[in-house]
């Protein structure tokens, strides 16, 4: 069987997403900076616990169903009845789940304005993110729709623009209009019906003619929950994890802190982009290789993988650890520059998942779902127990530590549930000459803190770009490439179909030709 054609495919799927990724994370930036700098810190807080909120709820109505309806579309791809089953099954079931939970929170929205906001006087903002639900649950659908159909160009178009542009447009105007933060959740919620039912017409027009009543029904709703609640409980798990921090902050400190605490919490977020990217294109050469049990030449993919997002990821890192509050400055206003500390602390645990490298994501490739699960589970409880025992005496820094030592938890926990699998360990010899290369810029930055203790916008990104010159100049002067990586690009060429010529004409001529792991 000639795998050159699905794998073509498979790459430019994975390049338009690696795209949309970085466009919808760009977008994204921007909307929380509008936002930030249009309101209070307070009101930039209570607009981060509504959206915890609404995620968390969402997640909890989606029943795990979107990774089911992708992995089953994939399975079925060739039979109409039951891909028709799968959709309509995943619609019966979901939406109205979906409604009924959006009507229970709507009857104990006082209540539950109370517990969020302190305050029962907010419950219009719990109204709004009820109403939001059905179409977040009727947006993922469609997105693991188009997935499961390897159309992933409609989820860029639907999802990482237009949902993110409307959002980005309809805030400018309620800023403009002089509406509250208020407006802002409607903002959001009004982007996600447009988003939801674009979404679904285009399922209909342009991928599967769901209501063609020539194609017979298969009833396939025990095998989507049978298959999909466990990954529902891993999914709720992960988001409760992620937003732990931030819906404790606000139960246990203030408003003020929520919103300090997520501005710096996105920007530490920043430094996991390329490390994101990478994985949506070479994750499923992963697992190719993983299905033809070629582990020995996957695990040397896995290191030059991690070597190469390490390399690319330092001095993003090691400017956020130098200049916190320039960034901060820069992206949400002088107001936050307060949040420089915990940046700090939280850019040291998510740099510390790069550090780690796809360890969640061999875990799925390998089967080991069960203990990923237990690890998120594990974590959780860890999260909150920090939050619960760190917030009250520190506040935002104490949420801070906690998410940076759940982070460290996540990944080292990970980790040894791999490392046997595939004899994965890791390899400190190709961080070296990364570090070292970062050294010469890192003692210029020092320089200028030395001499200049107020360092403006100008400055710093002055600066910046001197940073990261004088740090990939010595990247290719220490030969920081060996041969080795030339070997791994011509593996993965093979496997993708596809050649990578100028990098391949870059490693070649700037790597160590005598050594190699």
């Given amino acids: 069987m000639n795998k050159e054609g699905p794998l073509r495919t498979l790459l430019q799927g994975t390049l338009i997403f690696l795209i949309g990724t970085i466009i919808a994370k760009l977008l994204s930036y921007i909307y929380r900076a509008v936002i930030a700098r249009s309101f209070t810190i307070e009101e930039y807080g209570i607009f981060s616990?509504?959206?915890?909120?609404?995620?968390?709820?969402?997640?909890?109505?989606?029943?795990?169903?979107?990774?089911?309806?992708?992995?089953?579309?994939?399975?079925?791809s060739k039979e109409n009845?039951?891909?028709?089953?799968?959709?309509?099954?995943?619609?019966?079931?979901?939406?109205?789940?979906?409604?009924?939970?959006?009507?229970?929170?709507?009857?104990?929205?006082?209540?539950?304005?109370?517990?969020?906001?302190?305050?029962?006087?907010?419950?219009?903002?719990?109204?709004?993110?009820?109403?939001?639900?059905p179409f977040y649950t009727l947006s993922d659908l469609n997105?693991?729709?188009?997935?499961?159909?390897?159309?992933?160009?409609?989820?860029?178009?639907?999802?990482?623009?237009?949902?993110?542009?409307?959002?980005?447009?309809?805030?400018?105007?309620?800023?403009?209009?002089?509406?509250?933060?208020?407006?802002?959740?409607?903002?959001?919620?009004?982007?996600?019906?447009?988003?939801?039912?674009?979404?679904?017409?285009?399922?209909?027009?342009?991928?599967?003619?769901?209501?063609?009543?020539?194609?017979?029904?298969?009833?396939?709703?025990?095998?989507?929950?049978?298959?999909?609640?466990?990954?529902?409980?891993?999914?709720?798990?992960?988001?409760?994890?992620?937003?732990?921090?931030?819906?404790?902050?606000?139960?246990?400190?203030?408003?003020?802190?929520?919103?300090?605490?997520?501005?710096?919490?996105?920007i530490a977020g920043l430094l996991t982009m390329v490390y994101t990217a990478s994985g949506s294109l070479f994750i499923p050469v992963l697992s190719e290789m993983y299905r033809e049990n070629e582990t020995a030449v996957m695990t040397k993919v896995v290191y030059r993988l991690n070597k190469w997002v390490f390399l690319i990821t330092l001095p993003a890192f090691i400017l956020v650890l130098l200049f916190p509050q320039?960034?901060?400055?820069?992206?949400?206003?002088?107001?936050?520059?307060?949040?420089?500390?915990?940046?700090?602390?939280?850019a040291i645990g998510y740099f510390f998942g790069v550090l780690m490298g796809q360890v969640g994501a061999l875990m799925n490739i390998t089967g080991k779902t069960k203990e990923r699960m237990f690890v998120w589970l594990s974590g959780g409880i860890i999260s909150i127990a920090l939050n619960i025992l760190l917030i009250p005496r520190y506040s935002l820094i104490g949420a801070a530590i906690a998410s940076t030592l759940t982070f460290i938890y996540l990944n080292m926990a990970s980790y040894y549930c791999i490392k046997k699998a595939i004899n994965l360990r890791l390899n400190s010899k190709d961080y070296l000459k990364p570090v070292l290369a970062a050294t010469p810029p890192l003692i210029i930055s020092l320089v200028f803190l030395?001499?200049?203790?107020?360092?403006?916008?100008?400055?710093?990104?002055?600066?910046?770009?001197?940073?990261?010159?004088v740090y990939f100049t010595f990247v290719v002067l220490i030969k920081t490439f060996d041969i080795e990586d030339v070997k791994i690009l011509t593996i993965i060429e093979t496997k993708l179909g596809y050649k990578f010529n100028k990098l391949r004409a870059f490693l070649e001529k700037y790597s160590v030709k005598d050594k190699g792991v």
């Fill in 450 to 469: 030395n001499f200049y203790t107020q360092i403006g916008i100008m400055l710093f990104a002055i600066i910046s770009a001197l940073f990261f010159v």
């Fill in 49 to 76: 616990i509504a959206l915890a909120f609404l995620t968390i709820v969402s997640i909890i109505s989606n029943l795990g169903f979107s990774q089911g309806v992708e992995r089953f579309l994939g399975y079925f």
């Fill in 326 to 346: 320039q960034l901060l400055t820069l992206l949400f206003g002088a107001k936050y520059s307060s949040a420089a500390l915990a940046l700090q602390i939280l």
């Fill in 143 to 266: 997105l693991s729709i188009f997935r499961g159909f390897k159309l992933i160009k409609y989820q860029v178009i639907i999802k990482d623009l237009t949902e993110n542009l409307v959002k980005i447009i309809l805030t400018i105007i309620a800023v403009y209009m002089g509406f509250n933060i208020l407006g802002v959740i409607y903002s959001y919620v009004i982007a996600l019906i447009i988003s939801g039912i674009i979404g679904f017409q285009v399922v209909k027009r342009k991928v599967f003619s769901v209501f063609d009543k020539t194609i017979q029904e298969a009833k396939m709703h025990t095998a989507l929950l049978s298959f999909s609640w466990p990954i529902m409980f891993t999914g709720l798990l992960f988001t409760a994890t992620k937003w732990t921090d931030t819906l404790l902050l606000g139960l246990l400190d203030t408003k003020t802190s929520v919103g300090l605490y997520n501005a710096a919490l996105p």
């Fill in 81 to 133: 009845n039951k891909l028709k089953g799968i959709i309509l099954s995943a619609i019966k079931i979901t939406l109205p789940f979906s409604i009924l939970i959006s009507v229970i929170v709507v009857i104990f929205s006082k209540n539950i304005s109370s517990l969020l906001f302190s305050t029962p006087t907010l419950k219009s903002m719990v109204i709004a993110s009820a109403i939001g639900v």
